[in-house]
T-cell receptor
């Protein structure tokens, strides 16, 4: 079992829809959770971090954390073609571990 | 401008020819690390450094060396590259290690070993 698992996609949504990205992790000691966005050929950039159970909202992005079920998700509201990228989930059980990423494609 | 720089951005080399990928940050960050990114495997940590002269192995250190003689620089050295080291490499830095510190990534180095 991988330490951080994500569906590789591609996840395809129409413009204006909600994109839902999911991530599960194996280490119950994980303390912090991050979502990075990576455009093709570019480096990852942090878009959200979450540390406690529940929801955290930042603009069109909402991160959701459920430690009991060991999953973290990212919702992107009003998806735009510019949101088309690979989204990396990362968790911190003492060191940062990345998932392989989910490719999101937003159709105009 | 706060940034992490890497050089070269692209490199094609042959098996066994030693190479160095440089990494430099101008944010006075203590923590620096190297990752490789391969399709389907995500980002895997090669080496990290907590501060000057303090380095340690990550998850995939075989075939790589690093040094941290200055706070701003963290070069990655491949003494004898092999084709399985063909990958996309990222250097990253953060103010300090730990869960609350955002990592900033360099632009990446695409390495091909023939």
């Amino acid at each position: 079992q991988k330490e951080v698992e994500q569906n590789s996609g591609p996840l395809s949504v129409p413009e204006g829809a909600i994109a839902s990205l999911n991530c599960t992790y194996s280490d119950r000691g994980s303390q912090s959770f991050f979502w990075y966005r990576q455009y093709s050929g570019k480096s990852p950039e942090l878009i959200m971090s979450i540390y406690s159970n529940g929801d955290k909202e930042d603009g069109r992005f909402t991160a959701q954390l459920n430690k009991a079920s060991q999953y973290v998700s990212l919702l992107i509201r009003d998806s735009q073609p510019s949101d088309s990228a690979t989204y990396l989930c990362a968790v911190f059980p003492g060191k940062t571990i990345f998932g392989a990423g989910t490719r999101l494609f937003v159709k105009a | 401008e706060a940034q992490v720089t890497q050089n070269p951005r692209y490199l094609i080399t042959v098996t066994g020819k030693k190479l160095t990928v440089t990494c430099s940050q101008n944010m006075n960050h203590e923590y620096m690390s190297w990752y490789r990114q391969d399709p389907g495997l995500g980002l895997r940590q090669i080496y990290y450094s907590m501060n000057v002269e303090v380095t340690d192995k990550g998850d995939v250190p075989e075939g790589y060396k690093v040094s941290r003689k200055e706070k701003r620089n963290f070069p990655l050295i491949l003494e004898s590259p092999s084709p399985n080291q063909t990958s996309l490499y990222f250097c990253a830095s953060s103010l300090r290690p730990g869960s609350l510190s955002t990592q900033y990534f360099g632009p990446g180095t695409r390495l091909t070993v023939l």
